[in-house]
């Protein structure tokens, strides 16, 4: 159901032709490779700290950072961006506290994350994630005044109607 009205959300806008119909079919190519990243990646992790209970989400968060960081310096170094990069960031260094700010609150998050997902498991963490990103378009388009049509609302309220009600049938822990 949350699927079902995520989709709802993300296609209710009206009749597209030509470069916004490939735009679309782009972004949804992505969205489906995000999403099965995305599940892999929590399902991966719980299983890792299932077998091995001396993991931490720290040691998880360095393994996942390092080979993350390693990619990034390959891919850059092929491109031949990462000369213009450093001579951008000295060039601006208001840039540079800003991916400052970006690397200490994206590593914050990391560690809720690899929290959340050692303690409650991969399941509930997909579902914060959902929640939390169709709050964020949801706030984005009322802020912004984007106009969301009645087939978005209908998908949102899917959504958050499909989450309650997993809350309140739940039994409660002891």
Known sequence: AISAGISLFSFSEGTLGGADTETRALGLILLILYLVGDSFTSQWQSRLYKQHPC??????????NFWSMLLSLVTMVCTGELWRTIRFLEANPAAFVDNLAIAV???TGQLFIFYTIRRFGPILFTIIMTTRQM???????????????????????????TLLHQT???????
């Open 55 to 64: 993991v931490d989400q720290f040691q998880m968060m360095f393994a996942t």
């Open 105 to 107: 609150t994206s590593a």
């Open 135 to 161: 709050f964020s378009i949801v706030i984005s388009a009322l802020v912004f005044g984007h106009h969301l049509g009645a087939p978005a609302y209908a998908g949102a309220v899917v959504v958050f109607a």
């Open 168 to 174: 309140w049938r739940r039994p409660a822990r002891s």
